[in-house]
């Protein structure tokens, strides 16, 4: 695959951002756009593996050699015709996935892992500027009728095979937009919307229909949706944010961060908010709890508003540079990722008191102005202890108490599990032990006839990669369903 050796004398190479400067005074896409013989050349550095980790890696099984050899050749309409078989989105994932495939790269193992990600996103855009994108229209109709509830990845993916394989499809989704968190979630400066909305097009005129604005069991009733369609396919995701039940909770600038993400999204779509509703961190100090890909976006979003200072703050052990020893080649590398919202905070908020990012901090309360506003929070530093068992535990560190002076505090650790009221208490559905809706990885059947779910509602929160593959993968078991 690739050049014969080209790894020997090919080193990894990174993507070109625009200066920070620049982009943090926009919502535009970070990065430059990729030159062919950068491109050609890191496809070089890919071996003939006889074992492709990255393929097993990847949710969706991406045949990443395959597609890089060609790329390497010139013959990016093949590339293309390979990295459809498997992804329907590879725009999406080549923007906005953790690369599980490069974690498992085997050139990992003693140097850097090929640039998987920049190569497949540079192959669907070659395919839509070319227009070898078009839509891929059955052959044959059957007569089955197909309910999509939720137009996130999973719901887009699903929809999409299904209606491929002949089938009658409608999406239903609660907001004015198809696209879920890609459209209301991740900020435009990691996947611009007209990316998203160039897609739908796509499903669109291959003959699914969308109906926005309907939230499914409060809007329009389940019984409606039973009576009317052969397989219902649950893809609403998991949106019950995780809360901090700590004193002072209940002050004026504690936010949850989709609520502040979606905002900004909105509001880059040209809507007006009013200054009362507005999550705005300009000129502001602001506290983001939580570590993960998340809590870095608010950062993002942060210094882009304008903010005077920020913070973000996490209760896990900071990741050592390199890999521990019980987290061997080929799992997912679990070391200290910087994300460009990170580099951006080191050059933009070198008058911080302390460190943008610290690990093993616990908040302990939120203080108030004595007027309902947040003005400070108090945290501690802890470290993790393992008992007996071998299990960690958590223990404050005695003397370690602080305060920081703080305007925002936005919350960004995680989700429990999907929103019960309506849809999925209207259907009775039996839930797992974590809260999400029970179906098994088999064939995503629910506990009631007809009804599949697929996705962050299914699983719990995920990747796009994971939702794509999960849309994909109950797609099948629908069809087999009606067919059979």
């Not at 790894?7 to 620049?22: C, M, T, V, W, Y």
């Not at 009658?168 to 696209?179: C, H, L, P």
């Not at 299990?391 to 960004?412: C, N, P, R, V, Y």
Request: aromatic share 8%.
């Amino acid at each position: 695959m690739g050049k014969a050796g080209g790894f020997l004398e090919i080193n990894r190479e990174e993507a070109s951002k625009r200066p920070i400067q620049k982009r943090v005074e926009d919502y535009k896409e970070l990065y430059k756009p990729f030159t062919e013989s950068y491109l050609k050349s890191q496809a070089a550095r890919c071996m003939d593996c006889g074992v492709p980790f990255c393929q097993f890696a990847c949710p969706l099984g991406n045949l990443c050699p395959e597609w890089n050899d060609f790329v390497h050749k010139g013959n990016w309409k093949k590339a293309l015709e390979i990295l459809e078989e498997t992804n329907n989105f590879p725009e999406f994932t080549g923007r906005v996935c953790p690369v599980l495939c490069e974690g498992s790269c085997v050139l990992g193992l003693n140097d850097k892992p090929v640039t998987i990600r920049n190569i497949e996103l540079s192959i669907v855009e070659k395919g839509w500027e070319e227009g070898w994108i078009k839509p891929k229209l059955p052959k044959i109709r059957t007569k089955k009728k197909v309910a999509v509830v939720g137009s996130g990845p999973a719901g887009l993916a699903a929809a999409q095979q299904l209606n491929r394989l002949g089938h009658n499809v409608t999406v239903f989704e609660r907001d004015k937009k198809a696209g879920g968190i890609l459209t209301y979630g991740i900020p435009d400066y990691k996947i611009e919307k007209w990316v998203v909305e160039r897609r739908i097009e796509q499903i669109e005129a291959e003959g699914v229909k969308f109906v926005y604005n309907t939230n499914v069991g409060i809007d329009c009733s389940v019984e409606e949706l039973e009576e009317k369609f052969d397989a219902i396919v649950l893809a609403g995701g998991s949106k019950l944010a995780r809360d901090l039940p700590v004193y002072g909770r209940e002050l004026n600038g504690i936010y949850y961060a989709m609520d502040y993400l979606i905002q900004q999204n909105v509001i880059n779509e040209g809507k007006q908010i009013p200054e009362k509703e507005f999550i705005n961190a300009k000129n502001k100090s602001v506290i983001i709890i939580g570590g993960g890909d998340t809590g870095a976006d608010c950062l993002g979003t942060a210094l882009r508003q304008g903010a005077k200072k920020v913070y973000q703050i996490e209760l896990l052990t900071k990741p050592l540079l390199d890999r521990p020893q019980q987290n061997p080649w080929p799992n997912y590398p679990q070391v200290l990722k910087v994300n460009t919202a990170h580099e951006e905070a080191n050059e933009l908020l070198k008058e911080n008191e302390m460190e943008v990012r610290q690990w093993e901090i616990l908040t302990k309360e939120f203080i108030g102005d004595g007027k309902g506003n947040l003005k400070k929070i108090k945290a501690i530093k802890v470290e993790w202890k393992e008992d007996e068992n071998g299990k960690k535990q958590l223990h404050e560190l005695e003397g370690t108490e602080f305060e920081l002076d703080i305007d925002l505090a936005l919350l960004a650790i995680g989700f429990v599990h999907p929103e019960h009221e309506g849809l999925v208490k209207n259907l009775n559905l039996e839930l797992d032990g974590r809260g999400n809706v029970k179906a098994n990885t088999i064939d995503f059947k629910t506990n009631k006839e007809k009804v599949f779910a697929a996705g962050d509602i299914r699983k719990g929160q995920s990747l796009v990669v994971w939702a794509i593959a999960e849309g994909r993968g109950v797609a099948e078991a629908v069809d087999k369903y009606l067919m059979d």
